[in-house]
């Protein structure tokens, strides 16, 4: 069956790498993240946001999960895969995904004041773990794409409120915000400006007070720049798109960072694949065609990932 975050997290914290935590909303990319992280023996983390829960439906996107593990076996392959709820807002939502065989849940109060946040996630820690379900919480807002830089700085995660936040909500692990976004727009570049190095000297305070626990970084996309072009190229409109350089994503999976959360990688190289299947097959309308070519692509994508940046690869 599916597996909770716990002896995944103890490994990468010793092994000095990351779990890859990959979202899905559909059949093509939960096929593409199984056969490539059975093929590469990596341990995975499947996640599903609220978006994708209204989407699929969260009975269809369990059962996905079960035939995922299930797929998993038939190709010989025993990687543990967990079934999390990403960015879960409320305790219902939480309690919801638990219910219904979820292993992993995220609560995220990162935009409430501090004593909220602590009361709501102490809550669902509570409840979770009664049902050996991980609960992964939040300190620190991650910048949005319309934020300034000032903003941005303003919501780090603020290293002195570590220990405790963990201490009193009994959290198994802990996203924080080091100048990653969501999304494909993560830094707004000048001409001829490079992408600002994330806070590296925040995540090293955090792991100083917390030593040994697992921490999550969001925002992990690298918005592979292949896939903006070929987008841009065959009739969309990325201009600026940019993300984190996979040397400090490396770094990042290195230190206590055990999970590293990956979206608009994914959805880039479908866009991508589809646009240009498209544009040079304008007669085609069979789905399987573009959308094989695009899950074609996400393996080679989620491969490159487990094997290249995050070390997942051979520890499942
Ligand atoms: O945290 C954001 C994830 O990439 C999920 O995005 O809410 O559009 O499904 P979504
Ligand atoms: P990206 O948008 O960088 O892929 O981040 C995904 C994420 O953090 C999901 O929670
Ligand atoms: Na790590
Ligand atoms: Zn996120």
Redo the contacts with the bound molecule.
């Keep these: 069956g599916l597996s909770n975050t716990r002896d995944m997290f103890a490994k990468a914290m010793s092994g000095g790498y990351a779990i890859p935590a990959y979202?899905f909303n559909n059949l093509e990319q939960l096929q593409a993240i199984v056969t490539a992280c059975a093929e590469t023996s990596s341990p995975v983390i499947i996640?599903v946001?609220k978006g994708a829960r209204n989407y699929a439906n969260q009975t269809m996107l369990r059962y996905m999960a079960m035939g995922a593990v299930q797929m998993a076996r038939e190709m010989g392959s025993q990687i543990p895969i967990a079934l999390h709820l990403?960015?879960g807002d409320t305790f219902e939502l939480c309690k919801s995904c638990v219910e219904s065989g979820f292993s992993s849940v995220m609560i995220d109060g990162s935009h409430l004041p501090y004593d909220e946040n602590i009361a709501l996630t102490r809550k669902v820690v509570e409840y979770a773990h009664q049902f050996d379900v991980s609960v992964e919480g939040e300190l620190g807002v991650l910048a949005g794409i319309e934020d300034e830089v000032e903003a941005e700085h303003s919501t780090y995660t603020k290293p002195e409120e570590v220990e405790d936040f963990v201490a009193r909500t009994g959290v198994d692990s802990l996203a924080i915000s080091i100048g990653?976004s969501?999304?494909a727009y993560k830094f707004k570049l000048k001409e001829g400006e490079e992408v600002p190095p994330l806070r590296f000297d925040i995540l090293e305070e955090c792991e100083k007070r917390i030593p040994g626990f697992p921490i999550v970084l969001?925002?992990?996309?690298s918005v592979v720049q292949e896939y903006v072009q070929l987008i841009n190229r065959y009739g969309g409109k990325m201009d600026g798109a940019v993300?984190v350089p996979e040397e400090q994503l490396r770094k990042a999976a290195a230190s206590a960072v055990c999970k590293i959360?990956?979206?608009?990688?994914g959805r880039l190289a479908v866009t991508a694949k589809i646009r240009e299947h498209l544009a040079n097959n304008p007669a085609e309308f069979d789905p399987r065609k573009y959308l094989g070519d695009a899950r074609n692509e996400l393996i080679r994508l989620i491969r490159h990932k487990n094997e290249a940046v995050l070390g997942s690869a051979g520890k499942g």
């Design positions: 979202n996640q946001s990403d960015h990653t969501h999304g969001h925002g992990a996309s993300g959360n990956i979206d608009s990688d």
